[in-house]
Each structure stands twice: as C-alpha cells, then as structure tokens.
C-alpha cells in the first residue's frame, strides 16, 4: 500500500506559478500528475520516474517542472505561466513497479494509488 498526501493548490491569476506536493508514505518507481477539469476526463500533466527521467503532456510542455526528492518520498509540480485551461483539479499518482524500458506510462490506469486531489484555479 502507498498513501499520497497532495498539497499546494490555490488559486492564482493567468501568468502566476504554483507549487504543488505530493507525500508518499514510500519508495515507487514511478510518479505522476494527472488533472481533470469539470466534465472532462482526467488527463495526465507528467511522470517521473526513480532515476529522474520525465514526460510531459504537449500541453504544458515548458510550463511545467516535476521532481522528487527521493529521500523523502516527496513529488513536485511546478507550475509557470498558468493559464486559465490549467484549471482542474491535480491528483498525484504513484505505481512501484518498475518500468524495465522507457518512461513511465501515461495511462490513468497504470498508476494504482492516488492522492486526494488539490484545487488549481486560474483566473484571467
């Protein structure tokens, strides 16, 4: 079992920057943010995995920064030059299996541990 505590949302005006964590209660190979927004499927925002390689969604593609210190279990969104599409709710998601090639997988499915979920919102 793997508990993910999320944090950090808010709300900010288009162009603003936000941080979000997430806090796993252990070691997983892989982590991942996902968003979904009121009437939308969630998506996913990026993944990392143990050795620090990451992918991102087109869409915030040189917007958006993830990391994790791997000592603490902690994973980062951050989040710059918001725009009010940005706006959802941000789970964190974790799976400990390891991914033998490539990064870690971008289905919702994969992951089977989710935090709670923390509030974007992005005002024009």
């Known amino acids: 079992q793997v508990q993910l505590v999320d944090s950090g949302g808010g709300s900010v005006q288009t162009g603003g920057s936000l941080t979000l964590s997430c806090a796993a209660s252990?070691?997983?190979?892989?982590m991942a943010w996902f968003r979904q927004a009121p009437g939308r499927e969630r998506e996913r925002v990026g993944s990392?995995?143990?050795?620090?390689?990451?992918s991102y969604a087109d869409s915030v593609e040189g917007r958006f920064a993830i990391s994790k210190d791997n000592d603490k279990n902690i994973l980062y969104l951050q989040m710059n030059s918001l725009k009010p599409e940005d706006t959802a709710m941000y789970y964190c998601?974790?799976?400990?299996?390891?991914?033998?090639?490539?990064?870690?997988?971008?289905?919702?499915?994969?992951?089977?541990?989710w935090g709670q979920g923390t509030q974007v919102t992005v005002s024009s």
């Open positions: 990392i995995d143990q050795v620090g390689r990451t």
């Open positions: 252990r070691y997983t190979y892989c």
């Open positions: 998601a974790a799976e400990p299996r390891t991914v033998l090639a490539g990064t870690c997988p971008n289905d919702v499915a994969y992951y089977n541990y």
